[in-house]
């Protein structure tokens, strides 16, 4: 999947918005801000993909690589986000190209973007710049400064151009409507196996290990641990069954979310225990697939009243991976 970050970038590669039909192919462009690309977003980027394939057209991506509430943040720089992320953007991009999407265009949400009127967006951007010969959104997109634009008027404007909308309905788990914000309330919750009904596959986590206090190794319990980060949308601290992915392997386990009150005041980390993995995970990159919230995290005592509660947890995650 080829990756631009601006419109220009996207001209460069596929020729300039004046370029003859003939110079420029026509794209199918799923339209929103796919964060973290549940179901309802899978539907609608499945369907600007099948009707690229069925025209001949480009399937193309137009989305954000930030989300627009945290326009004026600066989440690199260690600032906290108003809207915590339900996926990177790494992983955001992953998601979309599995799903056969052969362009993305990832733009940032700045003040630009923000201050395009609605029917500029459509003349200049859809049809100027991506050639789009359809458009595939969500009931409720919209776009345009001040969000004026929604999906009648990207139907009447699109008209204008010979664009195709095509608007996908709610989509609903249990007569519940999927949405980002619905997602980052299960997670809130630690509810992970509605949450994976809403994604269509585990929330997952990810980091490079690095050293921690070993106290885990020390008890019998070796554990890989990553800062949980101050980005991403993250669960009750607690014990989830999980599964571990490194590299092109998976590993059921059992991983710890939140501070070590037991043993100190630490900072907020994940820590997975890959049932048996054998091996150094030190400086690689993991990720943590989180299936159920056991219980939250405790404070013990001693480090053997910790030892017994781990040795039941670890029982536990052992029966619901089915390896009892």
Not at 7 to 21: K, N, T, V
Not at 75 to 84: C, D
């Amino acid at each position: 999947m080829q990756v631009f970050q601006s419109l220009e970038q996207f001209e460069e590669y596929f020729g300039p918005a004046g370029a003859s039909g003939a110079d420029r192919p026509k794209t199918v462009v799923a339209l929103g801000n796919f964060d973290g690309v549940h179901i309802g977003h899978v539907e609608i980027i499945r369907s600007a993909v099948s009707y690229a394939r069925e025209t001949g057209a480009v399937p193309v991506c137009y989305t954000f690589s930030n989300h627009p509430r945290n326009m004026h943040i600066d989440i690199e720089g260690g600032e906290e986000p108003k809207v915590k992320l339900i996926a990177t953007e790494a992983d955001k991009l992953a998601l979309i190209e599995a799903l056969g999407i052969d362009v993305c265009l990832s733009v940032p949400f700045d003040e630009t973007v923000m201050g395009t009127p609605a029917e500029a967006f459509v003349q200049d951007t859809l049809y100027g710049q991506l050639h789009a010969d359809a458009v595939c959104c969500g009931f409720n997109y919209r776009f345009g400064a001040r969000a004026a634009g929604d999906v009648d008027l990207l139907r009447s404007e699109g008209a204008k151009y010979g664009i195709k909308v095509i608007a996908h309905d709610a989509v609903t788990v249990d007569g519940e409507v999927v949405s980002s914000t619905a997602v980052r309330e299960l997670i809130r919750q630690g509810d992970m196996e509605r949450c994976a009904a809403y994604l269509g596959r585990p929330y997952s986590l990810s980091g490079k290990i690095v050293y921690g206090n070993e106290i885990g190794r020390k008890i019998g319990f070796p554990t890989a641990n990553f800062e949980a980060g101050h980005i991403m949308m993250l669960p009750p601290n607690g014990v989830y069954f999980s599964n571990t992915i490194v590299g092109a392997e998976k590993y059921h386990g059992i991983t710890n979310i939140g501070t070590k009150p037991t043993i100190g005041n630490y900072i907020k980390s994940v820590e997975t225990n890959l049932f048996g993995f054998h091996g150094d995970l030190y400086g690689k990159r993991i990720r943590v697939e989180l299936l159920h919230h056991s219980r939250p995290e405790m404070k013990f005592k001693n480090i053997y009243d910790l030892e017994t509660q781990i040795e039941s947890d670890v029982r536990d995650a052992r029966a619901f991976h089915g390896m009892e």
